[in-house]
């Protein structure tokens, strides 16, 4: 008999209402500064499904599971039978029967979404390649951190119009601020969440770096080629000449522009080292943070906390 559990997922950033976004911020503060100091999960496993692999999003999950009391567990596609031909469905109805919620990170966005269907505990997306929900909150409470708010700011995203593109138009559609894209010819963002976020916020999309970075007070970008994509990499290389984040970019950003990269980075490709090494970056923050919002959404939508 399977045993009842509360029922909610997080898959992309549109999945909490902008009331809830605002109050998971709150939250994810209040952990940050020490001042929540329950344990949510005591007695609770999270099984993390790591069909990618990673460096921050294993190793803040597995300790913010710790650190709320409950237990993290790690399987790549070596340790469960999804790597032998396994249904998807299969294992979210094993899983589901042992564990109180299921951490995915992968690469289709429709196997976190199969993932979802048929699992009865609650589902995390740890990244597909079409979404990065989790980094992009993580994101925005760097910019609540060191700018106040993101509300009345515009966040300049340059480069490939990848998952973190498609997950920073979410965020968009959901808070509506300013964002603007600035995407090589052929690397645009999807095209649905594009047109989605543009309903919601002032959303733009160039070819011109230095038009999405003009009073910018956030300056974001990631690698030109992502896991998976390693064989492009010449292709890609040639194709985003000129949208390297430099301090020529950035002298074109708002004086008190922060910079933002979700790591890992290759310093003289798709930003320099002067930037991401410099006064305006703050990307050490920006990491140690998706440790404190990834606990409040496991608070959340495994342990029902009240956000508000």
Request: charged share 25%; aromatic share 6%; net charge negative.
């Amino acid at each position: 008999m399977a045993i009842e559990h509360p029922r909610r997922n997080f898959l992309t950033i549109p999945d909490f209402t902008r009331e809830e976004l605002s109050g998971l911020f709150a939250l994810a503060d209040r952990m940050k500064r020490g001042v929540h100091v329950g344990k949510p999960l005591l007695g609770r496993t999270l099984a993390m499904l790591f069909l990618k692999s990673s460096t921050r999003t294993r190793v803040s999950f597995e300790v913010g599971v710790y650190q709320l009391g409950g237990h993290a567990l790690f399987l790549s596609d070596r340790d469960v039978q999804l790597g032998r031909g396994e249904p998807i469905a299969d294992t979210a109805r094993v899983l589901s029967r042992m564990v109180d919620g299921i951490l995915m990170r992968t690469f289709k966005h429709s196997d976190v979404e199969d993932l979802a269907q048929h699992a009865t505990v609650p589902v995390v997306n740890g990244l597909t390649d079409l979404q990065h929900p989790c980094q992009v909150l993580a994101d925005l409470l760097t910019v609540r951190q060191f700018l106040g708010t993101y509300e009345g700011k515009k966040i300049a995203w340059i480069g490939d119009g990848n998952n973190m593109a498609n997950s920073w138009l979410d965020a968009a559609y959901r808070l509506g601020f300013d964002l603007a894209l600035a995407c090589p010819e052929g690397y645009d963002p999807d095209p649905a969440l594009l047109a989605r976020a543009k309903t919601g916020a002032n959303v733009t999309l160039h070819r011109d770096p230095r038009e999405a970075a003009a009073g910018a007070h956030v300056v974001n970008t990631d690698v030109w080629a992502s896991m998976g994509q390693e064989e492009e990499h010449n292709k890609r290389e040639k194709a985003f000449t000129g949208f390297t984040v430099d301090a020529k970019l950035m002298s074109l950003a708002a004086p008190d522009a922060i910079f933002l990269h979700c790591l890992p980075a290759h310093r003289g490709e798709e930003v320099s080292a002067e930037v991401i090494d410099g006064k305006q970056s703050v990307v050490w923050d920006e990491a140690e943070n998706r440790l404190h919002i990834q606990k409040a959404i496991l608070a959340v939508v495994i342990a029902g906390e009240r956000l508000g």
